[in-house]
């Protein structure tokens, strides 16, 4: 258990839609980066917050928007979803900035039908 | 942006053999950190490298970072079963991630 929590773990929603992901990072640990991993792909960084505030952007798209909240927990929001916005999104928590170990949650797989 | 390339994308390994996968910058890092995502699973930390010229071992695994800081390889001897997985390289400050090296064994 790498104590990185991620709901749901099963998304299935139709195109059109817009889905919330929850992620809930290791106790004390200010930094939440996001990634997307489709099929045999590997993992795109879409954005990092640090305390708070956001630190990183990757290629995330504008449908796609993300924050953190004070008590530290994470929520990525997907609008208007296409079917190949189907993947496997990652949360990961570390107490730094890239120098500090990062720990992954178990992800949540959305399927766009 | 960092760019970040693995290679080999993909790699077969007859059960005891050695095998290296590469990770190679564009820019000067200030350190690489390497992960290992078994099938089906999420990735999980190794190792991480920071000085010029650094090697560490985990047992058959041995990890180096280049004099330049621009690349680093992982190398594994008598390759087993157990080391099936994609191996990705993490980079900056963000963490990105090289495409990783997918180990598949030959038993």
């Known amino acids: 258990d790498s104590g990185v929590t991620q709901t749901p773990k099963h998304l299935i929603t139709a195109t059109g839609q817009r889905v919330t992901l929850r992620c809930s990072p290791r106790s004390g640990d200010l930094s939440v980066y996001w990634y997307q991993q489709s099929l045999d792909q590997g993992l795109q960084f879409l954005i990092q917050y640090y305390n708070g505030e956001e630190r990183a952007k990757g290629n995330i798209l504008e449908r796609f928007s993300a924050q953190q909240f004070p008590d530290l927990h994470s929520e990525l929001n997907l609008s208007s979803l296409e079917l190949g916005d189907s993947a496997l999104y990652f949360c990961a928590s570390s107490g730094g900035t890239g120098r500090s170990e990062a720990f992954f949650g178990q992800g949540t797989r959305l399927t766009v039908v | 942006g960092q760019q970040v390339m693995q290679i080999p994308q993909y790699q077969h390994v007859q059960e005891g053999e050695d095998f290296t996968t590469y990770c190679n910058s564009s820019t000067t890092l200030s350190n690489i950190q390497w992960y290992k995502q078994r099938p089906g699973g999420h990735p999980v930390f190794l190792i991480q490298l920071v000085k010029s010229g650094e090697v560490k071992k985990q047992k058959r695994l041995t990890f180096q970072f280049g004099e330049a800081k621009k690349n680093s390889s992982l190398h594994i001897t008598a390759t087993q079963t157990t080391d099936v997985g994609t191996y990705f390289c993490?980079?900056?400050?963000?963490?990105?991630f090289g495409a990783g090296t997918t180990v598949t064994v030959r038993a």
């Open positions: 993490g980079v900056d400050y963000k963490l990105s």
